[in-house]
C-alpha cells in the first residue's frame, strides 16, 4: 500500500475567529479532534504530523492522548506562515512516504471518503485536490475598475491537498501562497482536481461553527441517546471522601473498593448505559484486584474511551450529589473541571449540583449521586 502522511495545520492565529478555534468544542468535540480523527480513521492514512501554534501545542497534544488519536507521529509548532508550517512538518515525514495529504485543521467535517477519493487522485497525476463551485457571481475590484469573471471557470479550492512528497520536497518555498497546491501551479506540475464536498468548510468566523453544527445535527442519520446511572456509598471514619475527583476534607469518607466516588461512578454508569454498554460493576468488578482503591476519574476516562469507540460522543453530562454534609459548593468548580476533563469535553459540557434531602433521607449516613449523560453518534 502506498504509505501516506497527513499533515494537520492547526498553527492558524484565529483572529477572525475571536479565540483559539481549533480547541473549540463542536458538538461537544474539538474542531481540530473532529479533523485529526477523519485521519485517523482512514485506512489509507500511515502517520500524522499536527503542526500547532505556540498558544495551542499543549492543549492539542493532551487532546490527542485523551481521544487516542495514536497515528499523530508528534504535534509541533508551526513556523510564522503557512508555507514555513508545512516545510517543518515535512522534515518530520519518514523518507520511505510516497504522498502528503496537507488538510486544514479548521475543517472538520472532512470524511474518510473525501479523503480516500483525493489520494487515489494524487496517486496518478502527483497533485490533486478538491473543489466546488462558487455560488456568488465573482467580482474582481482592481485599481483597472470592476470586472466579472465567468462564474463557470470559479472554483473554491479545498482540503486535504495531496502531492508526491519527493516533488513537494523539491518545489516548497517560502513564497507567500494561500494553498499548496499553487506551488505545483507554479512549477508547471500537473494538477489535477476532483469534486469536493460542499460541507466541508472551514471554520473562519463563528457564523461558521453555526453552520457546521447544523450540518452535524442535521444529519439525518445521527442518533441520540440518554443514560441515566444511580449510586450510594456509605460513611465511615478512616477514609477519604472523594467526590468528581476532589478530595473534600470531612471527618468521614465513602466505603468501598475503589476510591467510592458516588459521583464519578454514577456518570460512568450514565455515559456506559447511554453507550448500550455493561454496567460499571460488570466492566470494573469490585472482586478484582486492578480496580482496588482505584482512582475513579480513570474509570470514567476508560468508559468515555469505550463509548467513543463505538462512534459516540459525549453532548452532556449532569450529575447531582446528594449529601447532608459536608458543604459542596466550595468545590463544585473543580469537580465539574475534573468530569470534563475525564470525559474529554470542555466544560461547558457539564455540570455538577449538589443537595441535601433536608434530613428526611439516609445521607448523613452516606453520599449518594444521579446522573444523566447524553450521547450522540456525531
Ligand atoms: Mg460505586
Not at 443514560?227 to 478512616?238: I, Q, S, T
Not at 470514567?300 to 449529601?323: N, P, Q, Y
Request: net charge negative; proline share 5%; charged share 20%.
Amino acid at each position: 500500500m502506498t504509505k501516506t502522511f497527513a499533515i494537520i495545520a492547526a498553527a492558524g492565529s484565529g483572529t477572525r475567529f475571536g479565540g483559539d478555534k481549533m480547541t473549540t468544542p463542536l458538538c461537544g468535540t474539538p474542531v481540530v479532534v473532529r479533523t485529526i480523527t477523519a485521519f485517523q480513521q482512514s485506512p489509507l492514512i500511515s502517520g500524522i504530523i499536527v503542526a500547532a501554534s505556540e498558544n495551542n501545542r499543549a492543549a492539542i497534544e493532551t487532546l490527542c492522548k485523551i481521544y487516542s488519536l495514536d497515528k499523530v507521529a508528534c504535534v509541533i509548532q508551526g513556523g510564522e506562515t503557512r508555507a514555513e508550517t508545512v516545510q517543518l512538518a515535512l522534515s518530520h515525514i519518514p523518507s520511505e512516504t510516497k504522498l502528503v495529504a496537507v488538510q486544514d485543521g479548521a475543517r472538520p467535517l472532512v470524511t474518510a471518503e473525501l479523503i480516500a477519493r483525493v489520494i487515489a487522485a494524487a496517486k496518478e497525476i502527483g497533485a490533486a485536490l478538491p473543489v466546488v463551485p462558487v455560488r456568488d457571481t465573482i467580482k474582481e475590484i482592481s485599481s483597472n475598475g470592476i470586472q466579472t469573471p465567468n462564474r463557470d471557470c470559479l472554483f473554491a479550492a479545498q482540503t486535504p491537498q495531496v502531492f508526491d512528497l519527493a516533488k513537494y520536497r523539491e518545489i516548497i518555498t517560502n513564497d507567500a501562497v494561500s494553498d499548496d497546491s499553487t506551488l505545483f501551479e507554479q512549477a508547471r506540475l500537473p494538477v489535477t482536481t476532483i469534486d469536493g464536498d460542499p460541507r466541508n468548510i472551514k471554520i473562519t468566523t463563528a457564523d461558521d461553527l453555526l453552520t457546521a453544527t447544523a450540518f452535524l445535527t442535521g444529519k439525518t442519520d445521527s442518533k441520540l441517546r440518554i443514560g441515566h446511572g444511580y449510586d450510594a456509598h456509605r460513611l465511615v471514619e478512616g477514609r477519604r471522601l472523594v467526590l468528581c475527583g476532589v478530595d473534600v476534607p470531612f471527618e468521614r469518607g465513602l466505603l468501598g473498593h475503589s476510591d467510592a466516588d458516588a459521583a464519578f461512578h454514577a456518570v460512568t454508569d450514565a455515559l456506559l448505559g447511554a453507550a448500550g454498554l455493561p454496567d460499571i460493576g460488570n466492566i470494573f468488578p469490585d472482586h478484582d484486584p486492578k480496580w482496588k482503591d482505584a482512582n475513579s476519574g480513570d474509570l470514567l476516562a476508560f468508559a468515555a474511551k469505550m463509548s467513543r469507540e463505538r462512534g459516540f460522543t459525549v453532548m452532556s453530562a449532569d450529575v447531582t450529589i446528594i449529601a447532608e454534609r459536608p458543604k459542596l459548593s466550595p468545590f463544585i468548580p473543580q469537580m465539574r473541571g475534573n468530569l470534563a476533563a475525564a470525559l474529554g469535553v470542555s466544560a461547558d459540557c457539564v455540570n455538577v449540583k449538589a443537595t441535601t434531602e433536608e434530613g428526611l433521607g439516609f445521607a448523613e449516613r452516606g453520599i449518594s449521586a444521579h446522573s444523566v449523560v447524553l450521547l450522540t453518534t456525531q
